[in-house]
């Protein structure tokens, strides 16, 4: 059964911890993204990576970290420096040729008190 | 990437098509169409793509306008499992992926 993993479905912290979030893929899709979503409003992007050991800044990477030292995982550490943590975050993949639509996973949501 | 623009809710009478527009002016010649869903709390689900051409797929229909520069989902025959929201995306060639805001959909019996 393929598919995308994220786990833990809820997660919470104490302020100034960092911590990780996990995403794992058996689709063998070579892009994978990471995207945070506020109530109410829409995805926006952190990070993607379209190959194993190379990943790109989105539109909002300050104060988030990641890796992608296996094609099958990519995840996030929200670290001390993100101000507002709190958020529901999506891990996503596709291929990288041809049609590029992507597959989501059933997201964290991330609390820091 | 193109910035994507969507009005922010619509409502639809089940059983009528529901036809959801996305701004997409800035959009590149190589930049694919993207149409997904989120029902609360879950991760959003692929509908339908396009590039130049419409599409029809078991789920939607995509029409992209001629210039490009702006696109139609439709829902041909809306059901109550239809209330979501609904993403318009660009994607260049599995790269930067922009979303907008989304419109929220309801579907009234």
């Known amino acids: 059964d393929g598919g995308i993993t994220q786990s833990p479905k809820y997660l919470f912290r104490k302020e100034g911890q960092n911590v990780t979030l996990s995403c794992e893929q058996n689709?063998?899709?070579?892009?994978m993204y990471w995207y945070r979503q506020d109530p109410g409003q829409g995805l926006r992007l952190i990070y993607y990576s379209q190959i194993v050991n190379d990943f790109q800044k989105g539109d909002i990477a300050e104060g988030y970290s990641v890796s992608r030292e296996k094609k099958e995982s990519f995840p996030l550490t929200v670290t001390s420096a993100q101000k507002n943590p709190t958020a529901f975050y999506l891990c996503?993949?596709?291929?990288?040729?041809?049609?590029?639509?992507?597959?989501f996973g059933p997201g964290t949501r991330l609390t820091v008190t | 990437d193109a910035k994507t623009t969507q009005p922010t809710s619509m409502d639809c009478a089940e059983g009528r098509a529901a036809n959801l527009p996305c701004n997409h002016s800035?959009?590149?010649?190589?930049?694919?169409v993207y149409w997904y869903r989120q029902i609360h709390s879950q991760g959003p689900q692929y509908i339908i793509h396009?590039?130049?051409n419409n599409e029809t797929n078991e789920m939607a229909s995509l029409i992209i306008t001629e210039d490009r520069k702006s696109s139609t989902l439709i829902l041909p025959h809306a059901t109550l499992r239809d209330t979501a929201v609904y993403y318009c995306n660009s994607n260049t060639n599995a790269g930067k992926s922009t979303f907008g805001d989304g419109t929220t959909l309801t579907v009234k019996p």
């Open positions: 396009g590039l130049k």
């Open positions: 800035t959009i590149s010649g190589n930049e694919y």
């Open positions: 689709l063998n899709h070579d892009a």
């Open positions: 996503a993949s596709s291929i990288i040729d041809g049609s590029y639509e992507q597959y």
